[in-house]
């Protein structure tokens, strides 16, 4: 085989495996929004379903007849020992929202705790399952089609994003967190993030430019993606702790939520638990997102013979540093824990969000390649 046959052989390769990897990524969204109407049914007739009303009425009743069972009766020779059954309760999580304020327990769920609800769930989660392993096909077949890591332009960072973000959903359910309360949220947001890529930001497969070719950009962006898609998780626990702490603070005054605001807070964990998680999530990735700012400075010396030259992109990742430290900073601070310190998070990961797309669109620097 001459040169040129394999070359046109290795570039129509390459396109076949481009245009798999838009198949896949639109794959991806059907599947996506499936799971998405999964999770709504999981929200909106889980805890009204019958089978799920009558599900929930049998096991009281059954508890109920455990418990009002007599003692168990042995004989030994020469007398009688009585056992007495145990009466087992299934423990109950309260956490404490403030010190001295309430005690809140814990939702049961998205699902509202039934077995309707509870079904609807689990086909929902299957249904997030397949579509990320479709995504993360569709990733693949992309970094394959150009040969090298698929994080050179806006579209191929988005697709990535979407998936790790997803990645982290899963794996949080994997390690049995109760977090399947995000599902509908995180769904909605990667649709989102998905259409928003293979429309306005679709990329066709093309090389990097010079600079971009070292392995530190297999290090510096695919941490710098990590981090986001942590932040974005504890912005959507963030943004729930705060209207899950206005419903508990109305109903400490004596005042009645809406029927359907009480319907969506009672499934949500305690204000105190969606807080104290969106923290931990914050600040078990804020010292990769330091790395990431490191690995960044020397992976410019290496290609622009300086360290730091408050490019927007660099400056921006220093002020969402700033903004994330101040956050944690608060948070280790009495005073402005609770509301104040997410308020905080969440003008963070706005400065995320800005470094991500404002930069990226609106201004011109190093960092920009591909025309986005």
Excluded at 175 to 184: A, E, Q, S
Excluded at 211 to 217: E, I, K, P, R
Excluded at 348 to 361: E, P, Q
């Amino acid at each position: 085989m001459t040169l040129a046959a394999a070359t046109e052989l290795a570039a129509a390769t390459n396109e076949n495996l481009a245009n798999l990897s838009n198949t896949l990524i639109y794959s991806a969204m059907a599947v996506y929004t499936l799971a998405f109407f999964a999770y709504i049914a999981e929200w909106l007739f889980g805890s009204r379903s019958k089978v799920g009303r009558t599900a929930a009425a049998l096991t009281a009743d059954k508890d109920a007849k455990k418990a009002a069972a007599p003692a168990v009766t042995v004989k030994n020779a020469g007398g009688t020992a009585v056992l007495e059954r145990p009466k087992v309760e299934r423990p109950k999580v309260v956490t404490r929202a403030a010190p001295g304020s309430r005690d809140v327990p814990d939702g049961p769920g998205a699902h509202g705790g039934d077995e309707q609800g509870d079904l609807y769930g689990r086909i929902a989660v299957s249904l997030t399952v397949l579509a990320f392993l479709i995504a993360f096909g569709g990733v693949l077949t992309r970094a394959l089609s150009v040969q090298r890591a698929p994080w050179g332009n806006m579209y191929e960072f988005n697709i990535t994003f979407s998936t790790v973000a997803v990645g982290v959903y899963l794996a949080l359910l994997a390690m049995k967190k109760n977090v399947r309360w995000m599902g509908l949220f995180l769904v909605t947001t990667v649709l989102l993030d998905l259409g928003l890529a293979v429309t306005v930001l679709y990329t066709a497969s093309d090389q990097l430019v010079p600079a971009l070719h070292s392995y530190w950009l297999y290090i510096h962006v695919s941490t710098a993606i990590f981090c986001g898609a942590v932040f974005y998780v504890g912005a959507v626990g963030t943004i729930l702790y705060l209207f899950k702490d206005s419903y508990e603070n109305k109903l400490t005054t004596g005042g009645k939520p809406g029927r359907f605001a009480t319907s969506v807070m009672e499934r949500l964990p305690a204000s105190a638990s969606l807080d104290k998680f969106s923290y931990r999530v914050n600040a078990a990735v804020f010292p990769l997102w330091t790395f990431t700012i490191i690995a960044g400075a020397i992976w410019a010396g290496d290609a622009w013979g300086r360290y730091w030259g408050w490019d927007p992109k660099e400056t921006w990742s220093f002020i969402t540093w700033v903004a994330y430290a101040c956050y944690l900073h608060a948070r280790a601070t009495a005073g402005w824990k609770g509301r104040k310190a997410a308020y905080i998070a969440l003008i963070a990961f706005a400065c995320w969000l800005f470094n991500y797309y404002g930069v990226n669109i609106f201004v011109t620097g190093k960092h920009s390649y591909a025309g986005v």
